[in-house]
Nanobody, 128 residues
Framework: VQLQASGGGLVQAGDSLTLSCAAS????????MTWFRRAPGEEREFVAK????????YYADSMKGRVTISRDRAKNTMYLQMNSLKPEDTAVYYC??????????????????????WGQGTQVTVSS
């Protein structure tokens, strides 16, 4: 499985941005696909997850209401729409794939160590 994240950039506070993660390699019906981020000097943290088959989603409490995760199965691409961006959202955003994610509950497997496949990350910088 290969993941290619894109869409990052430099934006101003209050702006919106949509990240993409193109996936390739094998069928994803049992996968959970997730966005993580790592701010400067911080650990990688969970942002949002989507179950590839059902489309069900789960969000970090800190991100609810400002981000929307989605996927296009025809394009094998996952998205993260982010609104009302703040300077503290500045981070490298990573997409990740868990081949067995569909067998777990929403709130399970939210740690980076649970994920087998990773994209290269895309930088989001929010200026004040």
């Amino acid at each position: 499985v290969q993941l290619q994240a894109s869409g990052g950039g430099l934006v101003q506070a209050g702006d919106s941005l949509t990240l993409s993660c193109a996936a390739s390699g094998r069928p994803f019906s049992t996968y959970a696909m997730t966005w993580f981020r790592r701010a400067p000097g911080e650990e990688r943290e969970f942002v949002a997850k989507i179950f590839w088959s059902s489309g069900n989603t789960y969000y970090a409490d800190s991100m609810k209401g400002r981000v929307t995760i989605s996927r296009d199965r025809a394009k094998n691409t996952m998205y993260l729409q982010m609104n009302s961006l703040k300077p503290e959202d500045t981070a490298v955003y990573y997409c990740a794939a868990d081949p067995t994610g569909t067998y777990y509950n929403n709130q399970d497997r939210l740690q980076p160590t649970d994920y087998e496949y990773w994209g290269q990350g895309t930088q989001v910088t929010v200026s004040s």
